[in-house]
């Protein structure tokens, strides 16, 4: 289900920061607009990590901090989440963000496969 594959064309790819509309977990009638790490694909549906600027986040159970990136106009940095993989369709994002380096998606894919089984 991994993959690295960015390529700003406007189809959002694994390895780039889009936007999406993300529904708050003890409320899903609610939620915002917020980036998301696409880590993979099958077809139109898109799988996704979402990310905070939230600096809360640091040492969060769960949370990994990934740094800034051009996701945020501010060069805030950010978090992401790992136990949380949202299915989002492909026509539901709403802009690219950035593609997220190599290097930096490496390490989150591999925290995914060491602490949750991902292959």
């Given at each position: 289900m991994l993959a690295y594959s960015p390529d700003l064309d406007g189809a959002p790819d694994?390895?780039?920061v889009v936007w999406a509309w993300?529904?708050?977990?003890?409320?899903?009638?609610?939620g915002k607009d917020r980036?998301?790490?696409?880590?993979?694909?099958d077809g139109h549906q898109l799988f996704g990590l979402m990310l905070s600027s939230n600096a809360d986040?640091?040492?969060?159970?769960h949370?990994?901090?990934?740094?800034?990136?051009?996701?945020?106009?501010?060069?805030?940095?950010?978090?992401?989440?790992?136990?949380?993989?949202?299915?989002?369709q492909e026509?539901?994002?709403r802009r690219e963000g950035a593609i997220?380096?190599?290097?930096?998606?490496?390490?989150?894919?591999?925290e995914l496969r060491?602490?949750?089984?991902w292959k």
């Open positions: 694994p390895g780039e993300v529904p708050f977990e003890d409320d899903p009638s609610r980036p998301l790490l696409v880590v993979g694909r986040r640091e040492g969060q159970r949370w990994m901090h990934l740094g800034a990136g051009a996701w945020d106009g501010q060069q805030r940095p950010s978090w992401i989440r790992l136990d949380r993989v949202l299915d989002v026509k539901g994002v997220l380096d190599r290097a930096r998606f490496d390490k989150v894919a591999a060491r602490s949750y089984g």
